[in-house]
């Protein structure tokens, strides 16, 4: 198998010199903070989006990172170009770092920073032609007085809660309401209706994390001409909506043709959901951080 180069507290190293401490407090509490990214065709997408999702999570969590966002930028593209990689999936984690076995964080000395690139796991091709059946779940969102959504942090246990009912109910993915019954997202990705040829999908203040892909998604419709709206809405809306789709950095737009066992729109992949799926991918192909600026593209 190939070495996997990562980035680790400030230098590129084989993955075998990785080595988290058992007492940094990412590992016993959840304390730090985490981005997905992807990297298409040479380019880094969105990352300065990422970055700013970043460290306004290590603001809200008094966690200071210990590079600036151009010191970040940088050890991101250093790290897709020391795996020689053209599309990648990069994984950037920033924890409390090690402390002692009390929670208080002002005990961790410094952030222990891994950045992660590897061969991205697209989902199956049979998901973006067939659609997704989903299921809502059972386990609600924390309300943002709770624990916030828009903390990207590594404390995923209510998502994974989630993803365990999925599998239950026989379902690649769950749609999570609040404590109000609205809409929120799935357990890694944000969720949309066709409602009326427009968009509509959850505001902010639902209590959802601010996905990178949700707002290229409502730049990109709105260029074009379609109608976007943040709005609530309850499951009885999702279920008789003309069409439903996921967005996120893995899942990028992924059709959802129906939701516990009601079908929604006509139980196929519908004709807004592809074209703003195409023009998303093709957005992404032709915009990002050049990663090998000086190589001809082609
Ligand atoms: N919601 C949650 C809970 C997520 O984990 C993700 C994935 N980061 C998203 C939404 C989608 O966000 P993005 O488009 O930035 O990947």
């Not at 990207?152 to 239950?168: F, H, M, V």
């Not at 066992?261 to 074209?275: A, D, F, K, Q, V």
Request: proline share 7%; glycine share 10%.
């Amino acid at each position: 198998m190939r070495t996997r180069w990562m980035f680790f507290n400030g230098e590129i190293v084989p993955e075998s010199a990785v080595r988290v401490s058992p007492f940094d407090h990412g590992f016993l509490y959840g304390d730090g903070i985490f981005e997905g990214i992807r990297a298409y065709q040479g380019r880094v997408f969105k990352l300065a989006e990422h970055l700013a999702r970043l460290y306004a999570s290590a603001k809200s969590l008094l966690l200071t990172i210990p590079y600036t966002p151009e010191e970040m930028a940088n050890a991101v593209v250093d790290t897709v170009k020391a795996n020689n990689l053209r599309d990648a999936y990069i994984r950037l984690v920033v924890s409390r770092g090690p402390g002692d076995l009390g929670l208080d964080p002002r005990n961790c000395a410094e952030p222990t920073v891994i950045i992660i690139a590897d061969n991205i796991q697209l989902y199956p091709e049979s998901f973006y032609e067939q659609g997704l059946p989903v299921a809502s779940s059972a386990v609600r969102r924390p309300s943002g007085d709770v624990l916030n959504p828009q903390i990207k942090s590594l404390n995923y246990l209510n998502s994974i809660l989630a993803k365990i009912e999925a599998g239950q109910r026989g379902v690649p993915e769950m749609i999570l309401l609040n404590q109000w019954g609205h809409v929120v997202e799935g357990t890694g990705d944000n969720v949309f209706i066709v409602r009326q040829g427009g968009l509509v999908t959850p505001p902010l203040s639902a209590g959802i994390l601010p996905g990178v892909t949700r707002q290229t998604v409502m730049d990109l419709a709105r260029d074009h001409g379609i109608l976007v709206r943040e709005e609530n809405f309850t499951l009885h809306e999702l279920y008789n909506a003309d069409e439903c789709f996921l967005t996120g950095t893995a899942a990028e737009v992924v059709p959802v043709v129906s939701c516990d066992g009601r079908t929604i729109g006509s139980g196929r992949p519908g004709p807004l959901t592809r074209e703003i799926r195409d023009l998303f991918m093709q957005y992404a192909a032709t915009h990002g951080t050049d990663i090998y600026p000086n190589v001809p593209v082609g």
